[in-house]
């Protein structure tokens, strides 16, 4: 089956630092890809849908200068977040529809656990 | 707007009793998809099932089954014979099939505990 990998799978940084989680997408190409945030206990809350080649498109109240997205080729996609602070602490979950549709069946990858000191 | 409702929070079982998690949604839509995913304490989401807003039939998998009632907007997954194994958090989700960007909403999620 198609296989999503994020690295890294966890990450420690301090307060006022930038961190940089990637998505591949490793046996189809993703033109599309969803990031999504998870606060501890709560539910998937979709922040962003990444596009390779184009801007990614933000949902509403998410900072797009905050959480920066590179979609640079049909298998990677990044999310910086900048300048962390400890309420960016969270969990970060990519998605991947295989193939150009996007209602083709999203494939999640494990999630990142990013904990900001 | 989409809604998926998940009103039970937290459900605690003993191992091989039976147990049934509601899910409600709301969609203007016509076509859609209807998801269930479960969530180990490892945070990877564990694809379940997903089902066809044209396809009502209920289905069985092993100790799973869903229940798809489009006139109550209802979309019930029952586990059978409960496990330790199964203690997860599970989540419903719908997706929509019209528009330009198709989203996935996902309900808050119901966290299933099974006691030996």
């Known amino acids: 089956g198609a296989v999503v990998s994020q690295h890294p799978s966890w990450v420690i940084c301090k307060s006022g630092t930038s961190v940089k989680i990637e998505c591949r997408s490793l046996d189809f190409q993703a033109t599309t890809m969803f990031w999504y945030r998870q606060f501890p206990k709560q539910s998937l809350m979709l922040m962003a849908t990444?596009?390779?080649?184009?801007?990614?498109?933000?949902e509403q109240g998410v900072e797009k200068d905050k959480f920066l997205i590179n979609h640079a080729s049909l298998t990677l996609s990044t999310l910086t977040v900048t300048s962390a602070h400890p309420e960016d602490s969270s969990f970060y979950i990519c998605?991947?529809?295989?193939?150009?549709?996007?209602?083709?069946?999203?494939?999640f990858g494990p999630g990142t656990r990013l904990t900001v000191l | 707007a989409q809604k998926v409702t998940q009103a039970q929070t937290e459900i605690s079982v003993v191992e091989k009793e039976d147990v049934t998690l509601d899910c409600v949604y709301e969609t203007r839509d016509t076509t859609y998809y209807l998801f269930w995913y479960k969530q180990p304490p490892s945070g990877e989401l564990v694809f379940l099932i997903r089902r066809n807003s044209f396809d009502e039939q209920n289905e069985i998998s092993g100790r799973y089954s869903w229940n798809f009632q489009k006139s109550t907007s209802s979309f019930n997954f029952t586990i059978t014979a409960s496990q330790v194994v199964d203690s997860a958090v599970y989540f419903c989700?719908?997706?929509?099939?019209?528009?330009?960007?198709?989203?996935?909403?996902f309900g808050k999620g119901i966290t299933l505990s099974v006691r030996p």
């Open positions: 989700a719908l997706r929509s099939l019209t528009g330009a960007n198709s989203k996935l909403t």
């Open positions: 990444s596009n390779e080649g184009s801007k990614a498109t933000y």
């Open positions: 998605s991947a529809p295989r193939g150009i549709s996007t209602y083709n069946e999203q494939f």
